[in-house]
């Protein structure tokens, strides 16, 4: 088993930064990927941007390229999420998703077997 505790949500205005922490414990050693995704009032949850164990090979949603960034310690136990030039869009509930699996698209939820209990990020106008 894996437990993951996100940290970082906040209010912010539109252009400010985020960074949003996931914190894994349990057995990280068999984490192959992480990920972040969100969900916003009233839509399905969707991929953010993940990063894999070996290799550090990162993986961003369209909407984020060139603003969010995904990190993760040399451990691979914390993952980041740096987000930049934020845009009231970008309000929803994040969460953070680790998986065991080598194959697959990291794109997708269904890959991931563990979730934390997210973190709200508020992007006023």
């Known amino acids: 088993q894996v437990q993951l505790v996100e940290s970082g949500g906040g209010l912010v205005q539109a252009g400010d930064s985020l960074r949003l922490s996931c914190a894994a414990s349990g057995r990280t050693f068999s984490n192959s990927a992480m990920g972040w995704f969100r969900q916003a009032p009233g839509k399905e949850r969707e991929f953010v941007a993940g990063?894999?164990?070996?290799?550090?090979?990162?993986y961003y949603t369209d909407s984020v390229k060139g603003r969010f960034s995904i990190s993760s310690d040399n451990a691979k136990t914390t993952v980041h999420l740096q987000m930049n030039s934020l845009k009231p869009e970008d309000t929803a509930v994040y969460y953070c998703?680790?998986?065991?699996?080598?194959?697959?698209?990291?794109?997708?939820?269904?890959?991931?077997?563990?979730w934390g209990q997210g973190t709200q990020v508020t992007v006023s106008s």
């Open positions: 990063i894999r164990r070996i290799g550090g090979i990162t």
């Open positions: 998703a680790a998986t065991g699996r080598y194959f697959g698209d990291y794109m997708k939820e269904d890959v991931y077997d563990y």
